[in-house]
């Protein structure tokens, strides 16, 4: 069964290409069967008028029938999204300043989201690239002075703790700016 629903969606799919020659054979085999149907009306006794009139009603109209049957031959779906495409399109060539206008904004707007995702995805996504980061700690001083947390470390104060730490099984500084000061010496 499952076979049998993909190779009806595939001819469906298929025949996306194949359209016009589909609509074309179609309305000749439902002209062949009107004219049937208008011949019976006729050898029934009927006017030409009168027999196309019944034969045109029994049949329930020819442009309701063609519309059923492109809704069930096609993927209307597909179709409608390919008409909306291309009417699209050719409002966009009509309008070059609006066209301009909505394609820079669509830049902008997709850079943008991008950039914002870098960023986001390299500092709170992924994980730091070291083997267990969930290990890592950082360390800070309190300022007794100014009563916060002061996370600038001199060097001396580093080379204690490194010195004097047990807990630990590495310990590293790292400063965002280098700055060196002179004095009286070399710089430091």
């Known amino acids: 069964m499952r076979i049998q629903q993909l190779r009806g969606?595939?001819?469906?799919?298929?025949?996306?290409?194949?359209?016009?020659?589909?609509?074309?054979?179609?309305?000749?085999?439902?002209?062949?069967?009107?004219?049937?149907?208008?011949?019976?009306?006729?050898?029934?006794?009927?006017?030409?008028?009168?027999?196309?009139?019944?034969?045109?009603?029994?049949?329930?109209?020819?442009?309701?029938?063609?519309?059923?049957?492109?809704?069930?031959?096609?993927?209307?779906?597909?179709?409608?999204?390919?008409?909306?495409?291309?009417?699209?399109?050719?409002?966009?060539?009509?309008?070059?300043?609006?066209?301009?206008?909505?394609?820079?904004?669509?830049?902008?707007?997709?850079?943008?989201?991008?950039?914002?995702?870098?960023?986001?995805n390299a500092v709170l996504l992924r994980a730091l690239p070291y083997p267990e980061p969930e290990r890592l700690v950082r360390f800070c001083e309190i300022n007794p002075g100014r009563g916060w947390l002061d996370f600038t470390v001199s060097a001396p104060n580093f080379v204690h703790w490194r010195k004097q730490q047990s807990v630990c099984e590495q310990l590293a500084a790292y400063q965002f700016n280098t700055l060196n000061f002179t004095g009286s010496g070399e710089p430091e």
């Not at 290409?17 to 009107?34: I, P, V, Y």
């Not at 329930?60 to 049957?69: A, I, M, R």
């Not at 300043?97 to 991008?114: K, R």
């Open 9 to 120: 969606w595939l001819m469906r799919l298929f025949g996306l290409f194949t359209r016009q020659q589909r609509e074309r054979e179609f309305a000749e085999e439902l002209e062949s069967h009107l004219a049937m149907h208008i011949e019976d009306n006729l050898r029934a006794g009927m006017s030409p008028e009168e027999a196309r009139r019944v034969a045109l009603v029994k049949l329930g109209g020819v442009t309701q029938v063609q519309e059923l049957h492109r809704e069930q031959r096609g993927l209307p779906m597909l179709e409608t999204l390919f008409q909306d495409l291309r009417f699209g399109a050719r409002m966009l060539f009509k309008n070059p300043g609006f066209t301009l206008i909505a394609v820079v904004t669509l830049a902008l707007g997709i850079g943008a989201n991008t950039a914002i995702f870098s960023v986001v």
